[in-house]
């Protein structure tokens, strides 16, 4: 396993990492009962989008890991398995 990912790493984080690290939430996580429409994403994928969407908007490739919140970081070393 690499290392995690801290507000101090070096290197940006590609957008591309932010796209996968929501796809391996969504496939960890099922739907609340009842649900089942796929628009409902686990906590650590919201964040996940959050983030995501404003890099979109933006028209960011990456980011430094020193902008992003504990529980974004904690997201996207979450999705690192």
């Known amino acids: 396993m690499t290392q995690p990912i801290t507000a101090d790493t070096a290197a940006p984080i590609p957008v591309a990492d932010v796209e996968s690290a929501i796809n391996v939430w969504r496939a ?3 739907a609340p009962a009842g649900v089942d429409d796929g628009i409902v994403l686990c906590r650590e994928a919201r964040v996940l989008a ?3 969407g404003k890099m979109i908007f933006d028209r960011l490739h990456s980011v430094p890991a ?3 919140s504990a529980e974004q970081l904690a997201a996207l070393n979450g999705a690192r398995l």
């Open 66 to 68: 020193s902008t992003l």
């Open 28 to 30: 960890l996580s099922s």
């Open 50 to 52: 959050d983030l995501y």
